[in-house]
């Protein structure tokens, strides 16, 4: 069964750091792109950061220069570090596997991707 479980989420002050992880089973980084997708109250689901199954990475506008998406592949593991968090990325952050590749824009816990985790919170105070 393929399987994802984020880890890392929590509460920081604006300009502050977190590092999400988000660990597989069921399958390896060389059979699916990995996407970090996160969702605020009231707003759509966003696609932050993904990585493909051959190492190249995306990040919306919003983020680039400031977090940065990496896999390790003999955890089974894909990290999301984020500097400089902003109060507006309060939300909560979801990791998602797929095949497709590039992992498509989608609904939050949408059932067109292989898997997604539970969800971590991440919340950024002013």
């Known amino acids: 069964e393929v399987q994802v479980k984020e880890s890392g989420g929590g509460s920081v002050q604006a300009g502050g750091s977190l590092r999400l992880s988000c660990t597989a089973s069921?399958?390896?980084?060389?059979?699916?792109?990995m996407g970090w997708y996160r969702q605020a109250p009231g707003n759509e689901c966003e696609l932050v950061s993904s990585?493909?199954?051959?190492?190249?990475?995306y990040y919306v506008d919003s983020v680039k220069g400031r977090f940065t998406i990496s896999q390790d592949n003999a955890k089974n593991t894909v990290y999301l570090q984020m500097n400089s968090l902003k109060p507006e990325e309060t939300a909560v952050y979801y990791c998602?596997?797929?095949?497709?590749?590039?992992?498509?824009?989608?609904?939050?816990?949408?059932?067109?991707?292989?898997?997604w985790g539970q969800g971590t919170l991440v919340t950024v105070s002013s």
């Open positions: 998602a596997a797929d095949e497709a590749d590039p992992i498509p824009l989608v609904r939050c816990k949408s059932k067109a991707l292989d898997a």
């Open positions: 990585i493909s199954s051959d190492g190249i990475t």
């Open positions: 069921g399958f390896t980084f060389d059979d699916s792109d």
